[in-house]
Nanobody, 120 residues
Framework: QVQLVESGGGLVQAGGSLRLSCVAS????????MGWYRQAPGKRRELVAT???????TYADSVKGRFTISRDNAKKTVTLRMNRLKPEDTGVYYC??????????????WGQGTQVTVQG
């Protein structure tokens, strides 16, 4: 079992910045991919950014050039730096870890979510 604890988020004016962090805990697992998803009211959850353990990053088109994802594999953390925030970035941001164990199967774990509100 992997536990994900998120921190960061909050209320910011349009054009501002926020940083989200997520740390994974548990035993005997590796995490090929960690990342962030978000869900706005009335909308489906969508990918924001993910990063592999080799630090290959994927971004949603809507955040490219504004958001930066990073990982510390040793500390099992993933961080999302969000710059030039827009009101449409508002939503609940979830950390996700795709973890594997000795069985080599992939298991998805989610954090509890953290609210990001951007006022225009």
């Amino acid at each position: 079992q992997v536990q994900l604890v998120e921190s960061g988020g909050g209320l910011v004016q349009a054009g501002g910045s926020l940083r989200l962090s997520c740390v994974a805990s548990g035993t005997d697992f590796s995490i090929p991919t960690m990342g962030w998803y978000r869900q706005a009211p009335g909308k489906r959850r969508e990918l924001v950014a993910t990063m592999s353990n080799l630090r290959a990053a994927t971004y949603a088109d809507s955040v490219k050039g504004r958001f930066t994802i990073s990982r510390d594999n040793a500390k099992k953390t993933v961080t999302l730096r969000m710059n030039r925030l827009k009101p449409e970035d508002t939503g609940v941001y979830y950390c996700k870890a795709e973890a594997t164990y000795s069985d080599s199967l992939v298991y998805d774990y989610w954090g509890q979510g953290t609210q990001v509100t951007v006022q225009g």
